[in-house]
């Protein structure tokens, strides 16, 4: 039975903090984690035994998960990553209805589209300044969680390595 559990200003794909405690697990282990993880508030844990079958969690309630694990074990790092893996993993999945190659331009276009499977709470917007420079800019609902930075930034990382194009010259704001 699948189950959908969302409120406050947005949903965050559970996906996302499964494959960020995965990652912190490869690094510290995972019992280590595992006791940390026995520790947290009883909401927390059962928002975790939850993800496997709840696509879409809370925000708040992901927030306070990771920003537990991140004070504890500080892998800011690893947010990056799981925005690449997920994303990774998300267009191994439709790869057969993907274009053999795309542009620069056009895989920064695609970024808001791919960011919004994975969180809902952030509207994106992409602007080309010259040619070769873009920005890419988070407009939250609420204030700006900087792992939902670093998870975007590793949505861009994996799509453009998907594509292998070079990284271009972009700010994210």
Partial sequence: MRR??????????????????????EKEGQETVAQFIAGLPQESRSLLKTLQTTPWVNTDG????????LSRFSHFALMESAGRDCLVTALSQTVHTLPGE??????????????????????MSVEKLEPGSY???????????????????????????????????????
């Avoid at 959908?4 to 697990?25: K, T």
């Avoid at 795309?102 to 960011?115: D, K, M, N, Q, W």
């Avoid at 204030?143 to 010259?169: E, S, W």
């Fill in 4 to 25: 959908w559990v969302v409120s406050g200003p947005g949903a965050i794909n559970s996906i996302r903090l499964q494959r960020f405690i995965d990652l912190v697990s």
């Fill in 62 to 69: 992901e927030r306070s998960i990771l920003e537990a694990l």
């Fill in 102 to 123: 795309i542009s620069t331009e056009e895989a920064l276009y695609r970024v808001p589209s791919f960011t919004a499977g994975f969180m809902t709470h952030y509207r």
């Fill in 135 to 173: 920005t890419l800019t988070m407009h939250p609902a609420g204030d700006v969680f900087a792992p939902d930075v670093l998870f975007v930034h590793g949505i861009l990382r994996g799509l453009l390595g998907v594509f292998g194009i070079p990284k271009p010259d972009m700010a994210l704001s």
